[in-house]
């Protein structure tokens, strides 16, 4: 049976191992369901017959009686109609039913004495933590022990490197929009991971990071790996604090998700003293809370359509975090609605379809000069999400920070707004609502569609693939992974020269998502990329990063192997930090210092994990070696031999020299030869071709 407005339920034999599972005498608490008379009929027989005790309490109300402490599987939503038990909810999702019905299933053992760590564990699970990245340490043991207990609810990823395992947390935040929790030990694991905590902080990313710390009793002693943390961490996250009392526990891990989630978002760091894991208390966990996003002003949004309806050349630049699936569709309609040109920030390339007619290139390092141009000639500016900050300002010189120019500017975060540049309009607001809000208004009558469309021509010329010197043209390699990439295909990518070659060929569609680093940090690609396929392991994941970049922290690709999991990682070999010797031959030309590098063969590097390795240096030889790397189902990783003097996807290191003579003693870098070249295309795993 099915009421108006009713969502499906557990059919029998879910319900029935429900019961069987739980204490058939524990009673749900704190659960409130409007249920229609039969259907409470049905359920009360449903659970007299399974001995279950329902302690119902009948709150007023017209046709309708509100009974509590109903089963977990009645809750299950969805839409339509079961045999068996059917029931009427009413907000379930506003009110949290399913938070709220995990942690009432579990009351029973709460209320029950547990160490500190077993508290922890049980905290993460009750706030919607699913997902640990962790490298073990001697300061939380009584907290991976905890994890073990909970091991049905939230999966365990145990990494080879605290940065890595960071970045991958880092990655999931990104991707998923709530965070993931990272585990290291207090000193040197606290240092190593501080890299994806400053990642999380400049990009926005929801992050929780757990550092072991020492016994509290030893705290001002510089005891072994001793650190303050509120102190290392203070101007990197957006709270640092440190539990000293178990029964503090859910209350402070509640507070550091509701910190890392709201506003920006942004890392929490929190220190876990070590005797106080071992500690035993009896203490209730603590459900989440579903807060209402901000919502804009409707008078603000008024001005803004005013604003945009005057405007004859206006540019919006999407940027911030946390975008759904639903804020970015909304956002897409009233954007093209209103045929404004769209740009996005640096590495936002995941905010907006590039196949879409107004989508006009990005704004960060190696933007297309035309475009920042044009973007200079905009009479408005739609700062949507984005900070403008230095990358995406090019070093804050791309507007006039007076306002002769009007910006509006949107952000969750009212402190970020006007804090370079002055808005004409600032509007705080949730980037969901907004884009929900904006889409439900009236488009403008635009008068800017020539411009528009010059914008995109722009585009599109960018995209056209130069004749480059070498054998790997890799602006034909990237318009071909364009091509081979699944629709909702995740890639990420590192810090460097190298990552300019995607930005500019690869038009990224609606549903596949492109994330790296905003602050610049190398050695997040692979992490980022073995934590995206195992938290989203049905996707097609590929990372792209540099030589310089993968030897940072390519080991990692260990953990994929652990996990069973299979990203293919794409490596960009020019044997040199790419980006540093471009800055350095334009200040000391010829002059080439620190910046060469002797690498390995990287095919052979992930053959000895049992991956799949290949080798490509001509671009014929691209598609069929990633078609081999998608087949083989292992790890793989595709080393692509670039032409070194290829320095950015518009300059040559000739250029960067072109005017300034060589001196006397120019010295040439030393280099270690190229590995012997391998059969084009070396599949890996015994060297035998695949497909």
């Excluded at 053992?109 to 706030?127: E, K, M, N, S, Y």
Aim: glycine letters at 10%.
């Amino acid at each position: 049976m099915s009421s108006g407005g009713g969502r499906k339920v557990a059919d029998e034999h879910q319900l029935v191992t429900w019961l069987h599972d739980a204490d058939r005498t524990f009673m749900l608490q704190s659960v409130a369901m409007r249920l229609e008379d039969g259907c409470r009929e049905r359920c009360m027989s449903y659970a007299s017959a399974m001995r279950f005790t329902f302690p119902l309490r009948r709150r007023a109300g017209p046709r309708v009686q509100y009974y509590s402490t109903l089963p977990a599987p009645l809750l299950q939503a969805g839409g339509g109609t079961y045999s068996t038990v059917s029931c009427c909810l009413l907000c379930m999702q506003t009110l949290g039913w399913e938070a709220r019905m995990e942690l009432a299933q579990a009351r029973k053992a709460r209320i029950t004495p547990r160490r500190g760590g077993r508290i922890l564990a049980d905290a993460l699970v009750a706030q919607g933590i699913d997902h640990v990245f962790e490298v073990p340490g001697e300061s939380f043991l009584d907290t991976l022990d905890g994890l073990y207990g909970v091991r049905q609810k939230l999966k365990l990823v145990t990494c080879r490197f605290e940065a890595g395992a960071v970045n991958m947390a880092e990655a999931y935040g990104k991707l998923a929009g709530r965070p993931a929790a990272a585990f290291v030990t207090r000193g040197p694991g606290a240092c190593h991971g501080s890299i994806g905590v400053h990642i999380a902080m400049q990009d926005s990313t929801p992050l929780l990071l757990f550092v072991g710390q020492i016994p509290h009793e030893d705290a001002g002693r510089d005891a072994f790996q001793e650190i303050d943390y509120r102190r290392m961490f203070g101007s990197v996250a957006k709270w640092v604090t440190q539990i000293d009392q178990a029964k503090r526990i859910p209350e402070v891990v509640a507070h550091a998700v509701d910190v890392a989630v709201s506003g920006r978002p942004g890392p929490v760091v929190v220190a876990l003293s070590e005797e106080m894991q071992r500690d035993i208390a009896e203490v209730p966990d603590l459900p989440r809370v579903r807060v209402a996003p901000a919502h804009p002003d409707p008078a603000a949004l008024q001005a803004m359509r005013l604003i945009l309806g005057n405007a004859r050349r206006p540019v919006a630049v999407l940027g911030g975090s946390c975008w759904t699936d639903a804020g970015r569709r909304a956002m897409r309609d009233f954007l093209s609605g209103n045929d404004v040109p769209v740009t996005v920030g640096f590495r936002r390339q995941a905010h907006y379809d590039g196949t879409l007619d107004n989508f006009v290139g990005d704004l960060g390092v190696g933007a297309d000069p035309g475009l920042i141009g044009k973007v200079k000639e905009a009479d408005l500016i739609l700062a949507i999400g984005s900070r403008l900050g230095d990358a995406v300002t090019q070093g804050y010189t791309l507007l006039d920070r007076v306002g002769s120019v009007p910006i509006v500017q949107v952000h969750p975060d009212g402190a970020e707004i006007g804090r370079v540049f002055r808005p004409a309009l600032g509007i705080v607001s949730d980037l969901n609502a907004f884009a929900e809000a904006v889409a439900a208004m009236e488009p403008v009558q635009a008068t800017w569609t020539q411009w528009t469309q010059e914008l995109r021509s722009l585009r599109e010329a960018q995209r056209a693939v130069p004749n480059y010197q070498g054998t790997l043209n890799l602006g034909t390699v990237m318009r071909e992974l364009e091509g081979l990439l699944a629709a909702d295909a995740i890639v990420t990518t590192d810090a460097g020269n190298f990552a300019g070659w995607a930005t500019r060929f690869i038009n990224f569609s609606g549903r596949q998502r492109y994330i790296g680093p905003t602050n610049g940090a190398m050695g997040y690609s692979v992490p980022a990329a073995v934590g995206a396929k195992i938290a989203f392991p049905e996707r097609m994941v590929v990372s792209l990063v540099g030589d310089g970049g993968f030897m940072m922290t390519g080991q990692d690709i260990a953990t994929a192997f652990h996990h069973g999991v299979a990203p293919i990682v794409l490596v960009f070999n020019n044997q040199m930090y790419g980006t540093i010797r471009m800055h350095q031959e334009r200040a000391y030309p010829w002059r080439v210092s620190g910046t060469a590098l002797t690498n390995p063969d990287f095919a052979k590097y992930i053959d000895a994990f049992g991956g799949h390795g290949e080798v490509v240096s001509e671009t014929s030889e691209f598609t069929p070696a990633f078609l081999r790397a998608v087949e083989s189902g292992r790890p793989a990783v595709i080393e692509l031999r670039m032409n070194p003097e290829q320095i950015t996807t518009r300059q040559t290191i000739a250029d960067l020299r072109a005017g300034k003579a060589p001196p006397k003693t120019a010295a040439k870098p030393k280099r270690a030869a190229a590995p012997k070249r391998p059969t084009p295309a070396r599949a890996g795993g015994g060297g035998k071709p695949r497909g």
